[in-house]
């Protein structure tokens, strides 16, 4: 269990501060955060070969289309559109 010292040490080097209501909130989401972490620490421990074996039972993503080239508007048309415009560049408020 984190104590309430590491939590104000810790609020102290974030520049952070909390109301007493806030701190015992925080104290308590920390150590759930901490208890999450510690069983997939000890869910693991010791046998990286669980964490590589995780991608051979991921589903193969599924074939993504061909890229292909297609043609663009032309910038007049793209910019027709606008008040005013310099080259590729939009001015604000006209020229």
């Known amino acids: 269990m984190i104590s309430k010292e590491e939590v104000l040490k810790l609020a102290g080097l974030a520049r952070l501060e909390f109301t007493d209501e806030e701190l015992d909130k925080i104290i308590k989401d920390m150590d759930e955060i901490i208890a999450f972490a510690d069983t997939i620490n000890n869910s693991v421990e010791g046998d990286a070969d669980k964490i590589r074996n995780i991608s051979k039972t991921a589903l193969e993503a599924e074939k993504f289309r061909d890229d292909t ?11 027709s559109n606008i008040n005013a415009s310099k080259g590729m560049f939009c001015i604000k408020g006209g020229i």
């Open 69 to 79: 080239v297609k043609e663009s508007l032309p910038n007049e048309k793209i910019l």
